[in-house]
Nanobody, 127 residues
Framework: VQLQAFGGGLVQAGGSLRLSCAAS????????MGWFRQAPGKEREFVTG????????RYADSVRGRFTISRDNAKNTVSLQMNSLKPEDTAVYYC?????????????????????WGQGTLVTVSS
């Protein structure tokens, strides 16, 4: 599986951005997907995840209610709609494929449990 994330950019606080992740390979549609982010000087952190069919989603507390993940298996894409952006959302955002089709276990927040990663797209939120 190859992943390519795009859609990042510079936005003012309170604004919105939509990230997308395009995937190649047959396994995309049977894998749960996740978005992580890494700010300068910080560890990569889980942002959100979605099950293989979109029926289940998970969010970090810091983004719940502001971010929405979705996927289109027909187009092999997963998207992240980010609203009410804050300066602390500034980071490089990565999409990745999870080891399983669902997010039912307790490991989905661990980056080590994801095997394929996109190259990342930078989101900068100015105050």
């Amino acid at each position: 599986v190859q992943l390519q994330a795009f859609g990042g950019g510079l936005v003012q606080a309170g604004g919105s951005l939509r990230l997308s992740c395009a995937a190649s390979g047959r396994t995309f549609s049977v894998r749960a997907m996740g978005w992580f982010r890494q700010a300068p000087g910080k560890e990569r952190e889980f942002v959100t995840g979605i099950s293989w069919n979109g029926g289940s989603t998970r969010y970090a507390d810091s983004v719940r209610g502001r971010f929405t993940i979705s996927r289109d298996n027909a187009k092999n894409t997963v998207s992240l709609q980010m609203n009410s952006l804050k300066p602390e959302d500034t980071a490089v955002y990565y999409c990745a494929t999870y080891k399983s089709s669902t997010l039912g276990d307790s490991y989905y927040q661990r980056s080590s449990e994801y095997d394929y990663w996109g190259q990342g797209t930078l989101v900068t939120v100015s105050s």
